[in-house]
T-cell receptor, first 113, second 114 residues
Framework: GDSVTQMEGPVTLSEEAFLTINCTYT??????LFWYVQYPGEGLQLLLK?????DKGSNKGFEATYRKETTSFHLEKGSVQVSDSAVYFC????????????FGTGTLLAVQP | DVKVTQSSRYLVKRTGEKVFLECVQD?????MFWYRQDPGLGLRLIYF???????EKGDIPEGYSVSREKKERFSLILESASTNQTSMYLC?????????????FGAGTRLSVL
């Protein structure tokens, strides 16, 4: 079945460092891919998405490119801030009728001043 | 603005109690979901509903049931709470139709079963 694998955390960075969180997926068809973020004490919110191969999703300085050849959707940011400290979830959806999401296990990012 | 509201942020219950977790969305979404979130396991789907009175089991439905009597409300029921159901519970909703539709999440209910 479909699955999502993302790098384990925690990831600890200093402010202004470069961030990469790896995400790879297994799917039978052509899924839509998402990154969700969960700030402390809150629910999840969409960070960015990509719906077809070579699409780049971007938001708040974060970017991820849908790479079909490597089945990957790695999250990057050029310069992280303390306020980016959160848990990041990679997810995919293949089911247009139900929008069921399959999530990775999440990666905790801690940014130190 | 889009809103999914869960009735409680924190809940403490005793083993064997019947527990109701309520979720309301104001976006007229067809689909609603209940997940549980545990460290190292990510989010796991318990149940989802694609219409009023319609439901389907997710990956971990054992010990849970759901109710959707109105489009905007989706309830998760623990018939007889057990300590292994201590967890964070997240509700979400989405518009139906295409896989790229976004799920919108509530703030979560942290349930402790003693």
């Amino acid at each position: 079945g479909d699955s999502v694998t993302q790098m384990e955390g925690p990831v600890t960075l200093s402010e202004e460092a470069f961030l990469t969180i790896n995400c790879t997926y297994t799917a039978t068809g052509y899924p839509s891919l998402f990154w969700y973020v969960q700030y402390p004490g809150e629910g999840l919110q969409l960070l960015l998405k990509a719906t077809k191969a070579d699409d780049k999703g971007s938001n708040k300085g974060f970017e991820a490119t849908y790479r079909k050849e490597t089945t990957s959707f790695h999250l990057e940011k050029g310069s992280v801030q303390v306020s980016d400290s959160a848990v990041y979830f990679c997810a995919l959806s293949e089911d247009g009728a139900t929008n069921k999401l399959i999530f990775g296990t999440g990666t905790l990012l801690a940014v130190q001043p | 603005d889009v809103k999914v509201t869960q009735s409680s942020r924190y809940l403490v219950k005793r083993t064997g109690e019947k527990v109701f977790l309520e979720c309301v969305q104001d976006m007229d979404h067809e689909n609603m979901f209940w997940y549980r979130q545990d460290p190292g396991l990510g989010l796991r789907l318990i149940y989802f509903s694609y219409d009023v009175k319609m439901k389907e089991k997710g990956d971990i439905p054992e010990g849970y049931s759901v109710s959707r009597e109105k489009k905007e409300r989706f309830s998760l029921i623990l018939e007889s709470a057990s300590t292994n159901q201590t967890s964070m519970y997240l509700c979400a909703s989405s518009r139906a139709g295409v896989a790229k539709n976004i799920q919108y999440f509530g703030a979560g209910t942290r349930l402790s079963v003693l």
